[in-house]
Structure formats: C-alpha cells, structure tokens
C-alpha cells in the first residue's frame, strides 16, 4: 500500500476527511512513506538544503557544507542537531502569576512556585515552535537526539555518506557561555 503526497500532506495538515485519516493510521506504514513526507517538507521550506530528519513544527534537521544543522522553514539555523536548539531560541518563561493567567486564567492557574511554561520562538520568523511546562528551575529539556545514521543505515538501507560520531553536544554551548 502506498499513499499519495497530497493524502499524507492532508494528514499533516489535519484537514485529510476522518474516514481517509482512519484508514491510514490504522494500517502499517508503506514503505516509502518517510520519503513522501519529506518531500512535501522540503516543498514548503524557503531553504534548499537537503532534509534528513524533520524534527517537530517548523524544524528540520538538514545537511549543509557536509554539516548537520537545525533550520526552521524561515531558514534561520540553530546550530548542530546534536546541540539542543533551545539553546539558541528566543525564551519566554511564564513564571509568574500574570504570565501564567494568559494561558491558563482563573482557577486553573497552576502555582509559580511549583510550575514555570516556557515558550520557544524563532528568533528570526517569531514561529512559536516548543512549550514546555516543568518545575521551577528545572534544565531545559532537549526533546530528542534522533540517532540519523541508524535510520539511513537500518531502517531505510541506504546510508548516509559522511557518517557523525552520535553524542550529546549541548553542554559544549553552556560550556561557552561560562567563559
Ligand atoms: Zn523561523
């Protein structure tokens, strides 16, 4: 079985009907399924550098110059993906009883003693692109570290030619930033 790019990108953009949405989640996924979704991706991106892994609304992990960069569909680069972009995103922290009533008013407000929301923007197109609710202080979460010369390799038989050592780099940023 194999689906059309304008059904997947329908059901991307949740406007595919119910009955289509169905019967696609509720079968196992075709075979070329990652490559239709990226191309519909790379359609709508105002780069033309290669997508290898999307990574959530608006972020890509892309190939450029033979690295492997976070870019948002603006174009603008968070650095390597294996450093995480939060790092280099506008933050807004709704840690205080205001902040928070924007969001959740009256008697759901949760306490900002306990909780803070961040808020993560493009610094370039403003593109809200992560919120994450945790307690006060907590480390800024790194979503996820996708394991991309596994999957070329793997999953989809073909590997990635300039293969990268897969580590955490983000705390080389924070490093910096002490100096
Ligand atoms: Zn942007």
């Given at each position: 079985m194999s689906y059309s790019k304008e059904d997947l990108r329908?059901?991307?953009?949740g406007v595919l009907p119910w009955h289509k949405t169905f019967e696609?989640?509720?079968k196992p996924k075709d075979d070329d399924r990652f490559d239709k979704y990226v191309a519909f991706l790379q359609e709508r991106v105002s780069y033309s550098n290669k997508i290898l892994m999307p990574l959530g609304d608006h972020?890509?992990?892309?190939?450029k110059d033979g690295e492997r960069i976070v870019k948002c569909?603006?174009?603008?680069?968070?650095?390597d993906w294996r450093q995480n972009w939060k790092l280099n995103a506008l933050v807004l922290s709704r840690d205080d009883t205001a902040k928070l009533q924007e969001i959740y008013?009256?008697?759901?407000?949760?306490?900002?003693?306990?909780c803070e929301v961040r808020e993560f923007y493009c610094?370039?197109?403003?593109?809200?692109?992560?919120?994450?609710?945790?307690?006060?202080?907590?480390?800024?979460?790194?979503?996820a570290l996708p394991d991309i010369d596994s999957f070329y390799r793997e999953w989809l038989?073909?590997?990635?030619?300039?293969?990268?050592k897969l580590e955490d780099m983000t705390y080389a940023v924070t490093k910096n930033w002490g100096k």
């Open positions: 329908d059901l991307y953009d696609i989640i509720s972020l890509n992990v892309v190939a569909d603006c174009g603008y680069e968070f650095g008013p009256g008697l759901k407000c949760p306490n900002p003693d306990l610094p370039n197109c403003g593109s809200l692109l992560k919120v994450e609710a945790v307690p006060v202080g907590y480390p800024i979460i790194f979503d038989g073909r590997p990635l030619p300039d293969e990268k």
